[in-house]
């Protein structure tokens, strides 16, 4: 069982429990991005068996009739094991997606699968003529070359400022030079981008500064937040924009939810408060 400090972050260790929350979440005007959590799977049988968990969550999600779609990482349907047991398994999602109208998200993971990640979305996005969307980071020097191509393509694109520690040659070091270059990757998009814009941070100046390019270019956009983080601002944001919570799942939550509590002293301060049950 996951312990109280956890479930901030994490919203149950199966489906059932996962879903759930998302009910309570549609409640509040907020749609779900489930993520089963895995990565780095070593063996195509534990990339195989989280492949077939996200195809019945699927199935599970439509029998709900909750408003959420679902997120997956490259390496935890098989991509250490090889690209194409990850480009068979990607297609499995992909393809109960849309079987079910379920729209899938692929996260992005450090920079050595950028370009297999961005290849295998391309040809999903074609297939599907935009049922699928990909994660880019603006701390990658590469991405706002990567966001011309994107440009071209049906699907959507979430832009985050990134989560892996990346070589300096290539990556924007240090708090201020990546805001930078999110601001300039989120004019582009909203300049150059059909379909709509996913804005996955919860850092106030970008979201108004998203704001500020929607109202200037009027390309629609989505706000995308972390389950447990800045709850109430997702809850008032969806009276003026659509937003999704990132809802992640799943018996493998310590790592997860180590990650939040080292990311921020707030969140390792709320987490000492429950232990210490004030
Ligand atoms: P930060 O730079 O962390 O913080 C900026 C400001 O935001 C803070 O000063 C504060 O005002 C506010 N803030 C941030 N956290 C809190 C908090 N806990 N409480 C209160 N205020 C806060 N990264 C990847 O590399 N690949 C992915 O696929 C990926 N997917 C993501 C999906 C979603 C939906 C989200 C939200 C993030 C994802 N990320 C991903 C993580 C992302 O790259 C960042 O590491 C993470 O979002 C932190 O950056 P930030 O923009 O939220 O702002």
Known sequence: MIPPIASNFVAGEDAATAIDHIRDCNA???AGI????GEHYETRADAD????AYVDLIHDLDEAGVDACVSVKPSQIGLDV???AFRENLASIVDAGQKRDCFV???MEDHTTTDVTLD????HARETDGDVGVCVQANLKRTRDDLERLAELPGKVRLVKGAYDEPKDIAHKGGEAVDEAYRDCIEFAFRAFDDGVAVGSHDPA???YAAEMHDEYGTPYEV????GVRESAQRDLAGDVPVYQYVPYGNKWFSYFYRRIRERKSNALFALRAIVGR
């Open 224 to 227: 995308q937040m972390l389950m």
């Open 120 to 123: 295998a979305f391309e040809h």
């Open 28 to 30: 509040d005007g907020v």
């Open 82 to 84: 090889g690209e194409e």
């Open 105 to 107: 998200w692929i996260d």
């Open 34 to 37: 489930l993520n089963l959590l």
């Open 206 to 208: 970008m979201l108004e």
């Open 49 to 52: 068996a989280d492949t077939r």
